[in-house]
């Protein structure tokens, strides 16, 4: 018996969790601490089943109190689990971390190092581990890194063309996602593993969006580079922009680094290009405004472009697969992006995609076009497990 997996991903005000059992896919319970810190801030939690189940109720005026509603809520809902380790989704791995690893004080303080690449996320992800630790003293600790799947790169894809000792300093593209493209590359290794040994770009399509050519099971190029906002727009992400445009806006406009950080990060994407409309795929689809229409414009023909630079750093596809909130629910989305890639032997067939079918493309078409839902948590859970294994 080596016990149940807790699985945490913190974010600024959110921490999302599942617990699963030693064995299995599916989580047993998962839930949701939303508005961390706010008045209305809430705690949710679901059986398999989808049924809610019973949270104490303590407040949630931080990620240290949040992490402790959690557990109580779950101890009352299964006395009987065990839990035997605890598994973080961490942003930032920096150079040194390419696999999950098991969290001590040296790896949480080289964690902490690694802040300033990633300020926005790695504090928050780091928050949850603390107190993580301090509500489970005795209990292994396991991270995962968004960035760990894309340490393959090879050299041309892992740097700009900067001054070199910038590279030495840090300066690289690390590309994230990373949990996502470990799953959906199992994924392929299980159901189409003559595809998984080929080359294959995955868009994950969600709030965050990107895309990553994986050649032979190894990422060797991603569209996400330093940062989680280079290449394609997203919700309010505003992927790639000329660095050009960042020194105008300083020299001439006034904007210091947190006004453009805030531009880029919460303002810009989807919901900038269609003038404050919305964020969200579902509410633009659904919108008969030409500032809607020419977000999703942009979107699609984004994706198109980095496509072709996908496969080119592999010499050509053999497979593309649709993953995240929107490439795996959106027929529009796919067939649109699909309207224009005959050219690299991409051809959809309109009823399968229609049908959310898990193979989209026509029996004519020699590259396959596949739905693979994502699953991060059970990567994250895995890696617990196979630690909590190696230990046993
Ligand atoms: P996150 O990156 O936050 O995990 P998700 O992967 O859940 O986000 O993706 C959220 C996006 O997926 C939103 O833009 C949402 O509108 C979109 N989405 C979900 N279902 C559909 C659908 N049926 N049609 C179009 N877009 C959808």
């Known amino acids: 018996m080596i016990g149940a997996v807790l699985t945490l991903n913190a974010g600024s005000s959110s921490l999302k969790f599942a617990l699963y059992d030693e064995d299995g896919d599916e989580p047993v319970a998962d839930g949701a601490v ?80 690694l802040a300033p690449f990633a300020p926005l996320h790695q504090p928050h992800n780091l928050a949850g581990i603390r107190a993580a630790m301090q509500a489970f003293p005795g209990v292994p600790q396991i991270a995962c890194f968004d960035t760990s799947f894309h340490r393959t790169h090879p050299w041309v894809n892992d740097t700009f063309a900067l001054p070199r000792e910038y590279y030495d300093r840090g300066v690289r593209r690390y590309g994230f996602h990373g949990i996502s493209y470990d799953y959906i590359t199992s994924e392929l290794q299980r159901r189409a593993p003559l595809i998984a040994a080929g080359r294959v770009v995955v868009a994950h399509l969600g709030n965050g969006a990107s895309m990553c050519a994986i050649q032979n099971g190894r990422s060797v190029a991603s569209t996400m580079g330093f940062s989680a906002l280079d290449g394609l727009p997203m919700g309010t992400r505003c992927g790639q922009v000329d660095p050009g445009v960042l020194l105008y806006l300083m020299d001439q406009e006034g904007m210091d680094a947190d006004e453009i950080s805030d531009m880029l990060y919460r303002r810009s994407g989807l919901l900038g290009l269609s003038g404050g409309l919305a964020s969200d795929m579902r509410t633009l689809e659904a919108s008969d405004a030409i500032e809607a229409k020419e977000a999703i414009a942009y979107f699609v023909f984004r994706i198109q472009r980095e496509l072709g630079a996908m496969a080119a750093a592999m010499g050509g596809i053999d497979a593309l697969v649709f993953c995240g909130g929107i490439g795996e629910n959106s027929r529009l989305i796919r067939s649109r992006i699909c309207e224009r890639t005959e050219w690299m032997g991409i051809e959809i067939d309109h009823a399968r995609n229609a049908g959310n079918a898990e193979i989209i493309s026509s029996d004519m078409s020699r590259s396959k076009v596949m739905v693979i839902p994502t699953n991060e948590g059970l990567v994250i859970a895995r890696a617990a497990r196979e630690h909590l294994r190696h230990v046993a």
């Open 34 to 113: 939303d508005r961390i810190g706010a008045n209305e801030a809430s705690l949710s939690l679901k059986a398999a089943d989808g049924t809610e189940l019973p949270v104490v109720n303590i407040p949630l005026v931080d990620h240290a109190q949040s992490i402790k509603a959690v557990l109580e809520s779950l101890r009352a809902a299964f006395p009987d689990k065990k839990l035997g380790a605890i598994g973080h989704r961490v942003v930032h791995g920096g150079t040194e971390f390419d696999r999950p690893t098991s969290i001590d004080d040296e790896v949480l303080e080289k964690l902490e190092a």
